[in-house]
């Protein structure tokens, strides 16, 4: 059988090659998110348990947005860009409201039945067991007269505009990562470019500064949430892990 393989060996030298400043410091990265997601050693709280998990999810959405930059596709990464996105402002509200994590823990059953719903309708309800299906309905009875809004809270970007370092990102990643991860119009105009002969193409080649500009944000986010545990584990240390990024990533995409 004809071996194959997955990915773009020259994309990903030409990747790494254009952020070489990035990546001279790459282990450190890790070695430094590796040292927070320790700080689980203190876990004691329902705040504590939400933040330390929704850090691993961030940390498991900036290396699956690295593996798409790396093989040229920005805009795949902008998809998963919006998503890490979300999580971080989350994780940034909860721990300054910890108040409302039990509230956004029990709208999970929300979820949970708007899931169940969706399997019922779409023919497949009996895929669900008879015990979890009296389990959610059970459990949503119970919580959802506490929820007057389809969000447990505040929405999301109502979230992110109460954030100093999260808001300036708000159009550049989730506003961006929305327009592509919905069928818009201009997800196809997008890709849309004029060739030599006054045709119009679509343009199928690898998205490079795409890539390169997920890659600058997502190193944000990842750092931000580093800094949000930080805040939340060792409130009394001092920490400018965001502030130095934010000055050296600099507000706007695209910038080096």
Request: proline share 3%; hydrophobic share 40%; with cysteine.
């Amino acid at each position: 059988m004809q071996q194959i393989t997955f990915g773009y060996a020259d994309e990903n030298d030409d990747f790494v090659k254009r952020n070489e400043t990035f990546f001279a410091r790459f282990e450190n990265l890790r070695s430094a998110f590796g040292s927070t997601l320790r700080l689980d050693s203190l876990v004691s709280e329902p705040t504590d348990k939400v933040l330390i998990w929704m850090g691993r999810l961030c940390f498991e959405d900036f290396s699956e947005i690295l593996l798409l930059c790396a093989n040229g596709y920005g805009v795949g990464a902008f998809k998963l860009l919006r998503g890490m996105y979300e999580r971080v402002v989350t994780t940034e509200y909860l721990r300054i409201h910890p108040d409302e994590v039990d509230d956004y823990i029990a709208y999970g059953w929300v979820d949970e039945h708007k899931l169940l719903k969706a399997w019922e309708n779409s023919g497949f309800g009996e895929m669900i067991p008879a015990w979890r299906r009296e389990q959610v309905e059970a459990q949503y009875a119970e919580v959802k007269g506490r929820y007057k809004t389809h969000s447990w809270k505040v929405d999301l970007v109502q979230m992110a505009l109460k954030s100093e370092h999260l808001r300036p990102w708000l159009a550049a990643v989730y506003y961006e990562g929305l327009r592509h991860t919905h069928p818009t119009n201009s997800s196809f105009l997008s890709r849309l470019q004029l060739t030599e002969s006054g045709t119009v193409d679509f343009h199928s080649k690898a998205q490079r500064p795409e890539a390169d500009n997920a890659l600058r944000a997502a190193h944000f986010l990842i750092l931000a949430v580093m800094d949000n545990l930080h805040e939340h584990f060792r409130p009394n240390e001092q920490n400018t892990i965001l502030t130095t990024a934010q000055q050296r990533l600099g507000l706007h995409l695209g910038s080096t």
